[in-house]
T-cell receptor, first 113, second 111 residues
Framework: AQSVTQLGSHVSVSEGALVLLRCNYS??????LFWYVQYPNQGLQLLLK??????LVKGINGFEAEFKKSETSFHLTKPSAHMSDAAEYFC???????????FGSGTKLNVKP | EAQVTQNPRYLITVTGKKLTVTCSQN?????MSWYRQDPGLGLRQIYY???????DKGDVPEGYKVSRKEKRNFPLILESPSPNQTSLYFC??????????FGPGTRLLVL
């Protein structure tokens, strides 16, 4: 079975500071990897996904993530946080041969003025 | 507009009273899925469907049923709801089993 670990259920940064949200996965085969964002009282929206092409993946709203197979990590970064980035972020994984998706427990990002 | 819709958005019910949460997508997607979201646990997959009449269990299927008689619809059925099924439910669809598009969610309270 696959699993996803997100370190830090809450992360707080100042506006303009670097955002780093951590995600590690366990997978016996190269996976598909995703980051989703959830704004209050809304569904999940795809930020970016890794599907075995470039290891550095760029997403919407200035976010990017780097797939590091040796570390089984897919951390999400943004150089400069904006107040509108305050939301909950979920990392998810799916294997090539599986139809199941596995989500991390989520990280709530707070952006301070 | 491409979207996934769910109804109802909010539901309060009592233990044992059967209920159905509907999910519909207008993107002609083959793959659909149901999740429940609980604080600190993220999203957990309940059931998924790869096409009409093809469904399979996710990680937490106990107490739930689904059906896929039409490509666009994937209802979630709770035959005898219990308080531990109080949760936020999301339906999602995908055409390639990769990127999922999520509905707005259904908040269920079982008393």
């Amino acid at each position: 079975a696959q699993s996803v670990t997100q370190l830090g259920s809450h992360v707080s940064v100042s506006e303009g500071a670097l955002v780093l949200l951590r995600c590690n996965y366990s997978s016996s085969v190269p996976p598909y990897l995703f980051w989703y964002v959830q704004y209050p009282n809304q569904g999940l929206q795809l930020l970016l996904k890794y599907t075995s092409a470039a290891t550095l993946v760029k997403g919407i709203n200035g976010f990017e993530a780097e797939f590091k197979k040796s570390e089984t990590s897919f951390h999400l970064t943004k150089p400069s946080a904006h107040m509108s980035d305050a939301a909950e972020y979920f990392c998810a994984v799916k294997g090539y041969n599986f139809n199941k998706f596995y989500f991390g427990s989520g990280t709530k990002l707070n952006v301070k003025p | 507009e491409a979207q996934v819709t769910q109804n109802p958005r909010y539901l309060i019910t009592v233990t044992g009273k059967k209920l159905t949460v509907t999910c519909s997508q207008n993107m002609n997607h083959e793959y659909m899925s149901w999740y429940r979201q609980d604080p600190g646990l993220g999203l957990r997959q309940i059931y998924y469907s790869m096409n009409v009449e093809v469904t399979d269990k996710g990680d937490v299927p106990e107490g739930y049923k689904v059906s896929r008689k039409e490509k666009r619809n994937f209802p979630l059925i709770l035959e005898s709801p219990s308080p531990n099924q109080t949760s936020l439910y999301f339906c999602a669809s995908s055409d390639s089993q990769e990127t999922q598009y999520f509905g707005p969610g259904t908040r269920l309270l079982v008393l």
